[in-house]
Each structure stands twice: as C-alpha cells, then as structure tokens.
C-alpha cells in the first residue's frame, strides 16, 4: 500500500519540490491549499494531475481536522506559513497567528485524530537571529531579530513539546536559506537573479538592494527537501539543522549573477536604504553534521551553480515574454 502525505504550503517553493520528490517515491500526495479569489498553482502546475488539493487554513482548525481525518496520512508536512520576513514587520499579529498558533492548531488537530501520524515543522535558521555563536548548531541559543524568527521559535517548541508530551513523531527541520528559480521575486536571492536578467535583456538598467554586506548561508531548495523526508523515516524524532555550512555576502551573490551573463555588476547595483531592515541579522551559516551523520544527508547543488540556476531560468523566462526589441 502506497504511504500518504499531507503537505500544507503545497504552492510554495518547497512544497512544489517536496511534492516532485515524494511522487517520486511512490507516495499518494494530498496538499492543502488556502481559498484564494486568484489560484497561485504556477510551481506545481504540472503536477496538478497526480496530486490531490483540499481547501483548508492554519487559521482554521476545524478545517485542519476534517482533511486529516478524511486523508489519514501517515506522514504530516507543515510547509505553510507567513514566510517573507520583511513582511513580518508590517504584519506582526498575522504573522503569530499563522507560523505559532497555526502550528499548535495542525498538532492538536493531529493528536486528536491520530497521534501516530509522523509530523515535519518547518524551522528557520532566522530563529537564531543575534547569532551566539557561528556557526549554529542544534544546541545554539536562539536570538530571533524579527516578528517573523520570534514566531518561528514558539513553533519550534511547542512541536518540541507536543513530541515529549504525547510521545508524537514531531520533528523540526532547522533550515538555512534555500532558494531556487522557484523562489518569490520579493526574497533578495530571486530579486537579484530576475533583476541581473532583466538588465542583461535591457529591460530594466539598475537594481536596487539594501545591505550588500549581510551574509547567508545558501542552499538549493531540491536538496533540502530531500532531508525534510529523511527526518521522517527515521527511528526516533529528532531536530535537525539543514544548511551547506559555507556563507556568502549579498555582494557575492550579485558578483556570480552578474558575471554569469557578462555584466559588471558595479555598473547596475544600488544600495537603497529602504531595503534595510530594521534590526538585521548577521551571520548565519548552520553546522549540519548532526544531519550529514544521522540522516546521511549531503547537499549536491553548490552556491555557485544555484545562482547560474536561478539567472539561467529567468533569462528563459523573461525572454519568452519580452518584446522583441530586447530579446537577445
């Protein structure tokens, strides 16, 4: 009999790849999406005919209920949340009600239909924020600087005591930044690749960033879902941090976009202090050895070939659509 999973956040980056992987292994996927006036299904369009979609909100847990209880999965992925931590700032109270209570919401939903079905939180290396020591590990005290890394840790503890409380297969991924030509035009990784492309087509001429200095340690988002499944086939739940354990500057991220189709980056980016964020983190980079010896997980996509990744496809992208007096 084929294993079932229920992914909330199905429509999102991770969600669209997590989704490729498991149908892959022969799993019977069902995702959870939210009623929207306007469908955003464009990452897992072509996935749409061997997947099955259920209308359902982290805000509403009655809803939560009815689609475990109908799927009875045996293994539970909560992808969904208030993701853009710039947003967090604008909307503090919605950002809580979505990646703090939301969680408790689907682990009690959980609890009351079936306390054996094995539950993926989605953890962020923005929890460690003020960072106490680099790089950061499972044991790193958390320091979060935004609305966003604040209710990220309350997730990350109230799946901690769910799993201690009710002896549940709860598990959370500490992720470090993982991006890919899937990823949102707002987060700086996809703003930077769709803009050194846009400039290289001639559509636009500059771009504008914020601290070029910030560093991150970044990862492609293919790879990092692969660990979000190991956690669940293992014996025994536990707390993993996903991440490549190299950093790199913003600077460098636009220098290999750049360079990649012949730009000087110098010549098109700005600094706009708009872009700052009110307390900025510093340096993150994760120590996944915890991972890399347990789970056997080992990242195969470097730094450098994610961000010819992300400027090739929206190169792709955006010729397909430009005018023909910019396409080259």
């Given at each position: ?125 923005e929890m ?97 879902v692969r ?100 396409r080259v």
């Open positions: 009999m084929a294993k079932r999973a229920l992914i909330t956040g199905i429509t999102g980056q991770d969600g669209s790849y997590l989704a490729e992987l498991l149908l892959a292994k022969g799993y019977e996927v069902t995702g959870v999406i939210r009623r929207l006036s306007t469908p955003n299904l464009w990452r897992i369009e072509h996935l749409l005919d061997r997947l099955v979609l259920r209308p359902g909100d982290l805000l509403d847990q009655l809803s939560l209920i009815r689609i475990i209880d109908e799927v009875r999965p045996h293994e539970f992925y909560n992808l969904a949340a208030m993701s853009f931590v710039p947003a967090s700032w604008d909307q503090p109270m919605l950002t809580g009600e979505y990646n703090s209570q939301g969680v408790t919401r689907v682990l009690e939903a959980i609890r009351q239909v079936d306390s054996k079905i094995r539950f993926y939180q989605a953890s962020s290396s460690f924020g003020k960072v106490r020591e680099v790089p950061q590990t499972e044991l790193t005290p958390f320091y979060p600087r935004s609305p966003y890394g604040v209710s990220k840790v309350f997730a990350h503890y109230i799946t901690v005591n769910y799993r201690e409380s009710y002896d549940m297969f709860a598990v959370s991924g500490i992720l470090f930044n993982h991006e890919s030509p899937r990823r949102g035009l707002e987060f700086v990784t996809r703003k930077v690749t769709d803009g050194v492309a846009r400039i290289k087509l001639g559509i636009d001429d500059t771009l504008a960033l914020g601290n070029l200095e910030a560093r991150r340690d970044w990862g492609f988002a293919g790879d990092y660990a979000m499944w190991l956690m669940l086939q293992q014996e025994s739940p536990d707390d993993y941090v996903i991440a490549t354990s190299e950093s790199h500057s913003v600077r460098r991220l636009v220098e290999l976009a750049c360079a990649h189709v012949g730009l000087d980056w110098r010549a098109h980016v700005k600094t706009d202090p708009k872009f700052l964020r009110p307390a900025e983190v510093d340096h993150l980079i994760g120590n996944p050895s915890k991972a890399r010896t347990v789970l056997g997980w080992i990242p195969e996509v470097s730094f450098e070939r994610l961000v010819q990744m992300m400027v090739d496809a929206d190169m792709a992208r955006l010729k397909s659509t430009a005018p023909l007096a910019v």
